[in-house]
């Protein structure tokens, strides 16, 4: 299924490091969104993006920085990250808020 | 706050056995309902959702739940259970937060079924 892509799928970085996180949706969505997945606790979502404005900020720290360029991509910018950010990101996408949401395979990071 | 509660971590099947996993929601206004599964390996996936009418849902590879209004549940069941259900199951609810809707997850059950 190749209707939400995310790059890289794997990433290992240091704490000093920037580095970027890439989705992409195919599926004609006017919603984003950007999830932490950790071992043993719900899915915790970080950001949501409508018509590209930015609609939910769950009190992400400032380390994390999205950009929504247009309807179909999304970033997640990573600056002096902890190890305890180390989980799987994941993006996902709906028609509208209220609908069920298309999810990408993750990139699972590492921050050492 | 909305929450939503899987009362199962982890669940351990023979095959052929039957499933039901729980999931109760705390808010009380309309809300549209979610089972997602997530494969080992696999991204996550809808099995199921209710948005109004029967509130008997069907989902794919023989999976069914039920919400009943008034215990603010959605079980997910499944008569017959295969090895290739070993996954793990996140129910969701869309519900009202502030000005917004937002899906609000439970923290998954993981199913391993016994050949």
């Known amino acids: 299924e190749t209707g939400v892509t995310q790059t890289p799928r794997h990433l290992v970085m240091g704490m000093t490091n920037k580095k970027s996180l890439k989705c992409e949706q195919h599926l004609g969505h006017n919603a984003m969104y950007w999830y932490k997945q950790s071992a043993k606790k719900p899915l915790e979502l970080m950001f949501v993006y409508n018509f590209k404005e930015q609609t939910e900020n769950n009190s992400v720290p400032s380390r994390f920085s999205p950009e929504c360029p247009n309807s179909s991509h999304l970033f997640l910018h990573l600056h002096t990250l902890q190890p305890e950010d180390s989980a799987l990101y994941l993006c996902?996408?709906?028609?509208?808020?209220?609908?069920?949401?298309?999810f990408g395979p993750g990139t699972r990071l590492t921050v050492l | 706050a909305q929450s939503v509660s899987q009362h199962n971590h982890h669940v351990i099947l023979s095959e052929a056995a039957s499933l039901e996993l729980g999931c109760n929601y705390s808010y009380g206004g309309t809300v549209n309902l979610f089972w997602y599964v997530q494969y080992p390996g696999q991204h996550l996936q809808l099995l199921l959702k209710y948005f109004s009418g029967d509130p008997l849902v069907k989902g794919i590879k023989g999976f069914e739940a039920e919400f009943i209004k008034s215990k603010f549940s959605f079980n997910l069941r499944k008569p017959s259970v295969q090895w290739s259900d070993t996954a793990e199951y996140f129910c969701?609810?869309?519900?009202?937060?502030?000005?917004?809707?937002?899906?609000?997850w439970g923290a998954g059950t993981k199913l391993i079924i016994k050949p």
């Open positions: 996902a996408s709906s028609q509208e808020a209220v609908t069920e949401q298309f």
């Open positions: 969701a609810v869309n519900a009202p937060l502030d000005s917004n809707y937002q899906l609000i």
